[in-house]
């Protein structure tokens, strides 16, 4: 949506609320701005409409927010100025931050893990292979076949589409469904997985036809044949944002009644009881997070981004750490400095695409705690990127990452993908930390043009320090990186090939587009110039903000 329109839409819908605080009447009035400022097809709009009205006037008429600045909270900074609720800063815990200690590489022969990275499979049950993949609609590739050569492909198609269910499956399928916890060499296969993180988004993109029954069906379905496939792995899930039916729509714990988020944690808890603890449980139930071991002195931490996006509009009401979930986090951080133990944080919603303030005190968690964490992994952009995270006293010395992976969906112009990583195993003074990953796709050129009955070939698209020439995978590596690809165009453009999973778009990446880019990935936090000014870049700071929002696809 664009700034003018989202002013006209929330500047009717805060007069209609004025004149009657009617859902009915609300919704009337945003049908008709829908299909007059031609967001949608008149039917689209009708059903979105339908299906949004009731949680958003039920936000919006409990908000102190108004239009602006709603718009500037939706959009950014430049639609409106939206922080009537001001910044809020959480408080660190008192026990001083341990001295820091550079990561080095793990002794020789010592053990080393595999985890499986899955994220974004957005399975769409109407997926009909030969349908027509273009379409004025948000999801295509469904309904009756169509002619000439914009068809759907069988195992996935380059347009605004999602996956079969088969896709993903034989994605499962060619896994090995050994659960070894370790080895001392990690090879170029798929199997010897020591656990698996999922980082959410199950259901397909048809978000103006979504029902709970709809929600309900992708999650029970696609866990289902999580646990067939993987046999006895064990998988740690976390909350995206399009679980929810409207989507985006994650209340927090005080909204109660039907408006309450209980329907989607509930079946989650249920879904995923074999896989967590039950004390895992009891704070997913009530918030959509949990932490848990993943083995000795290794503890994952399972974030709900939600209750950082600009896109919740439950958040309208109060955006102060909800749910306490920071507050939280730090006590679970606290706990594991104490016991020794490091920590993985998984979640769907990178940290410099959430709210500014929930994502600044997200930065200062990260810097205090940075001997405990030891690595962080996220998905939701679909594409295959990274955001670092430096000392807040210089901004020079990388203290984290955030692995960004690629999505197993096609949406929008991709190929189906996943990732592995290899992190240090479980020996005593293990730093559990990221010393490799490599990235898998399956090429849906060559997969769709196969006879059908062959099985699709996924093959692994590259190794991250072999492609980079990285010596080692810690934070630091990465910073360099970003600083070689500045000065290196054939590095910065196998990182463009890497970033779109081998289907880079037409259009090349150079100028403005590399420097929104490079910015991007020195940016562990939301609207921060500081932290692209090594960079030198010579756009100004809001016109690579506006590029940043062009290439976000989910």
């Known amino acids: 949506m664009s700034c003018p329109a989202c002013r006209v839409l929330f500047g009717a819908l805060d007069l209609a609320l004025q004149l009657e605080p009617n859902v009915a009447r609300v919704g009337r009035v945003a049908s008709r701005l829908c299909q007059e400022l031609r967001l949608a097809r008149p039917p689209v709009c009708r059903q979105a409409v339908q299906l949004f009205q009731g949680d958003v006037v039920a936000a919006w008429a409990r908000s102190v927010l108004r239009p602006p600045e709603a718009c500037g909270l939706l959009l950014g900074p430049h639609c409106g100025h939206w922080d009537i609720l001001g910044a809020w800063n959480l408080s660190l815990p008192a026990a001083p931050k341990p001295p820091v200690r550079p990561p080095t590489p793990p002794p020789p022969g010592a053990p080393t893990a595999r985890i499986l990275f899955l994220t974004d499979l957005h399975w769409d049950r109407q997926y009909v292979p030969g349908s027509a993949a273009a379409c004025p609609d948000p999801l295509c590739c469904r309904g009756a076949p169509g002619e000439g050569p914009a068809v759907a492909g069988f195992w996935g198609s380059y347009s605004k589409c999602d996956l079969p269910l088969h896709t993903i499956d034989a994605l499962l399928a060619q896994l090995s469904n050994s659960t070894s916890h370790t080895s001392n060499s990690t090879g170029n296969g798929t199997g010897g997985f020591a656990a698996a993180y999922w980082t959410g988004?199950?259901?397909?993109?048809?978000?103006?036809?979504?029902s709970r029954g709809d929600q309900l069906r992708a999650l029970r379905t696609v866990t289902a044949l999580l646990r067939a496939r993987l046999?006895?792995?064990?998988?740690?899930?976390?909350?995206?944002?399009?679980?929810?039916?409207?989507?985006?729509?994650?209340?927090?714990?005080?909204?109660?009644?039907?408006?309450?988020?209980?329907?989607?944690?509930?079946?989650?808890?249920?879904?995923?009881?074999?896989?967590?603890?039950?004390?895992?449980?009891?704070?997913?139930r009530a918030g959509g997070f949990y932490t848990a071991q993943v083995w000795p002195g290794l503890r994952l931490v399972s974030l709900n981004m939600n209750f950082c996006s600009q896109a919740n509009f439950w958040l309208l009401i109060n955006a102060t750490d909800p749910a306490g979930q920071l507050q939280w986090l730090m006590g679970v951080l606290a706990d594991a400095e104490r016991d020794g133990e490091k920590v993985h944080i998984i979640g769907h919603i990178p940290p410099a695409h959430c709210l500014r303030s929930w994502s600044w005190n997200y930065y200062r968690i990260v810097n205090r705690f940075e001997g405990t964490i030891?690595?962080?992994?996220?998905?939701?952009?679909?594409?295959?990127e990274f955001e670092l995270f430096y000392?807040?006293?210089?901004?020079?010395?990388?203290?984290?990452?955030?692995?960004?992976?690629?999505?197993?969906?096609?949406?929008?112009?991709?190929?189906?993908g996943y990732r592995v990583y290899e992190v240090a195993g479980s020996y005593p003074g293990s730093s559990h930390a990221v010393l490799d990953h490599q990235t898998f796709i399956l090429n849906l050129t060559e997969a769709n043009a196969a006879p059908p009955g062959t099985p699709p070939r996924w093959q692994r698209l590259y190794s991250a320090r072999e492609a980079y020439g990285l010596p080692a995978a810690f934070p630091a590596d990465w910073d360099r990186l970003v600083r070689r690809m500045q000065d290196d165009e054939q590095l910065f453009q196998l990182f463009w090939f890497h970033l779109h999973k081998g289907h880079p778009p037409r259009e090349p990446c150079s100028g403005p587009c590399?420097?929104?880019?490079?910015?991007?990935?020195?940016?562990?936090?939301?609207?921060d110039p500081e932290l692209c000014r090594p960079l030198r870049p010579t756009l100004p700071f809001p016109r690579i903000q506006e590029l940043w929002q062009q290439r976000r696809l989910c």
Not at 514 to 525: D, F, M, P, T, V
């Open 514 to 527: 590399k420097a929104a880019l490079l910015c991007a990935l020195r940016s562990g936090r939301a609207a």
């Open 201 to 210: 988004d199950i259901p397909a993109h048809d978000v103006w036809q979504q």
């Open 374 to 384: 030891a690595a962080q992994f996220f998905g939701h952009t679909h594409l295959d």
């Open 391 to 416: 000392d807040e006293e210089t901004l020079s010395r990388p203290v984290s990452i955030a692995f960004v992976a690629p999505s197993v969906t096609t949406y929008i112009n991709l190929n189906p």
């Open 231 to 284: 046999g006895g792995l064990r998988v740690f899930p976390a909350v995206g944002n399009h679980e929810a039916t409207p989507v985006n729509a994650f209340p927090p714990p005080y909204v109660r009644g039907n408006r309450s988020a209980a329907w989607l944690y509930d079946a989650m808890a249920e879904a995923w009881q074999d896989w967590l603890p039950p004390a895992a449980l009891h704070t997913l």
